[in-house]
Every structure is written in structure tokens, then in C-alpha cells.
Nanobody
Framework: QVQLVESGGGLVQAGGSLRLSCTVSGTTRSINTMAWHRQAPGKQRELVAAISSGGLTNYADSVKGRFTISRANAENTVYLQMNSLKPEDTAVYYC????????????WGQGTQVTVSS
């Protein structure tokens, strides 16, 4: 059973930093794209950043230059380094992994709360 376990959320003041981690377990299949999404109260879930198995990255315009996504393939782990945090970054952050060798399937973590105070 594939599981994604996230950690690293919390409360931080504006301008501060947090680092989120997400580890995938329970599979021997290939882990392709890994990503972080977020959902603020009353808003739709949105893509924050994504990284391919080869290290290609993609970011939402709102976080470019402040957030960095990376991954450690040997540990099936993806990270999100968040710097210069703003109150509008407050949301539940979800890890996502696309898993499979031929048939691909998306899996999600349980979410971790990030709160940025002004």
C-alpha cells in the first residue's frame, strides 16, 4: 500500500522559512513526478511546485524565487524549501507522487498546515 508521509509544517512569522518533507513508502514501482500542492480556506487546491524524476522543476508564479523543490530519489523523498514566507502562503500543503512503470497513478499525502503570521 503506497503511503506518503509529510512533515515540516507549522507556524512562522512573515519573512521566515520552513522546509517540508514527504517520503513515499510501500511501492517498488517507479516514482515519476513529485509535487507540492496547497489549498487555502475557501480556495481551490493549486500546484505550488513539481519535480520530475530527472530533476526538471516547475513553479507557480507566486512562489518563484522564494520556494525550492528538490528530491532524494534514493530515499523516495521530496522537499520544499520555503523562504521569505508571506501570509498569503498560509494553506494546507499536500504532497503528490505519480507512481508506476506503465500505468501511472497519483497518490496524495494527508496534508500539513503552514501558517504565516503578519
Amino acid at each position: 500500500q503506497v503511503q506518503l508521509v509529510e512533515s515540516g509544517g507549522g507556524l512562522v512569522q512573515a519573512g521566515g522559512s520552513l522546509r517540508l518533507s514527504c517520503t513515499v513508502s510501500g511501492t517498488t514501482r517507479s516514482i515519476n513526478t513529485m509535487a507540492w500542492h496547497r489549498q487555502a480556506p475557501g480556495k481551490q487546491r493549486e500546484l505550488v511546485a513539481a519535480i520530475s524524476s530527472g530533476g526538471l522543476t516547475n513553479y507557480a508564479d507566486s512562489v518563484k524565487g522564494r520556494f525550492t523543490i528538490s528530491r532524494a530519489n534514493a530515499e523516495n523523498t521530496v522537499y520544499l524549501q520555503m523562504n521569505s514566507l508571506k501570509p498569503e502562503d498560509t494553506a494546507v500543503y499536500y504532497c503528490n507522487a505519480r507512481v508506476g512503470n506503465i500505468v501511472l497513478r497519483d497518490y496524495w499525502g494527508q496534508g500539513t498546515q503552514v501558517t504565516v503570521s503578519s
